[in-house]
């Protein structure tokens, strides 16, 4: 199958996504203008083309973002050495180099991996908080010498120009995370949300970390506001690879499972249940059976009950 044949099929196996008719409704007049590339062919994992030259891969970790321009590529996250090596490979056959690799957050299932990228020339870009977070988490699992630290740090906003794309990084505080990042590529108009998103799932929620469930909500509010109805959104995790990307619908759900998941733990704790008692009768926050995780359940009422006391 030649390169051309190759985008068609995957191009046309992509359709099957539930977001595709809104994506095909609004960005062809953003993505007409550029040469469309076929997606990296990998060994392994799961790529799927979004819009335009803006495909998700996933494989062990949170979701990767992969935009190939005429000059290189841009990565979203990094996933662990091996699960993005994959990438990698592909990459190095088409024979771009990796120009930018940028961090959602720090968490390790999203930075292990940036010790693959071995080129120098590499910039990494991520939150100012995130290296020390990083550091901190791999003090304590002893995997000091595996980091591979991001050197172009910023505050509140970060613009990438690349001529036919623009990507803009956005902090709006701290929702799951101090260092959370969502990118936006503006011209394919697609934004990726890093953890800030997780679909039919229980989201990792650390307080020491950052995690705060009311900020959260305002975060996913302010990525409503700010980015347009046409938006395609690339989640951290779901379920099913599918479930890693969506539209604001997706959002304004999450933002309603963390203000459902606050009215139920405050009311709990004003009564004077326990996590112990609340697990007797319930396995996930009441209306929102589709985040039923039950491994996470427990740990995330309690750090929950960390933000509301």
Known sequence: ??????????????????????????????????????????SAGNLAKVVGNVSRYTNKGGTVGIFETKDGFVVIDSQFPD??????????????????????????????????????????IAHKRVPELQRLAAEKSNKLAEQHYASILFE??????????????????????FGDVMYHFENDNVVHMGDLMFTNMIPVYRTADG?????????LEN??????????????????????????????????????????????????????????????IPGFENRKTPERFAGFLDELRKTLS
């Not at 992509?14 to 095909?24: D, E, I, K, N, R």
Request: glycine share 8%.
């Open 1 to 42: 199958m030649n390169r051309k044949e190759f985008l068609a099929t995957t191009f046309a196996a992509g359709l099957g996504l539930a977001f595709v008719p809104s994506v095909l409704s609004c960005s062809s007049s953003k993505i007409v203008s550029q040469q469309l590339l076929e997606p990296v062919k990998l």
């Open 211 to 219: 995690s705060d469930s009311r900020n959260w909500i305002k975060i």
């Open 156 to 177: 509140d906003r970060y613009k990438i120009d690349l001529g036919n794309q623009k990507i803009t990084g956005y902090h709006f505080g701290n929702g799951h995370t």
């Open 223 to 284: 990525a409503q506001s700010t980015f347009d109805n046409d938006t395609v959104f690339i989640f951290g995790h779901g379920n099913k690879p599918e479930f890693t990307t969506g539209n604001k619908s997706n959002l304004k759900e999450m933002a309603n499972f963390l203000e459902a998941s606050n009215e139920f733990v405050y009311g709990n704790m004003l009564a004077g249940i326990s996590t112990e008692k609340i697990l007797e009768k319930h396995q996930f």
């Open 83 to 124: 699960s993005i090596q994959p990438v990698l490979d592909g990459i190095s056959v088409i024979g771009k180099p990796v120009l930018y690799l940028c961090n959602t957050h720090h968490h390790g299932d999203h930075t292990s991996g940036n010790i693959a990228f071995k080129d120098s020339n590499t910039k990494i």
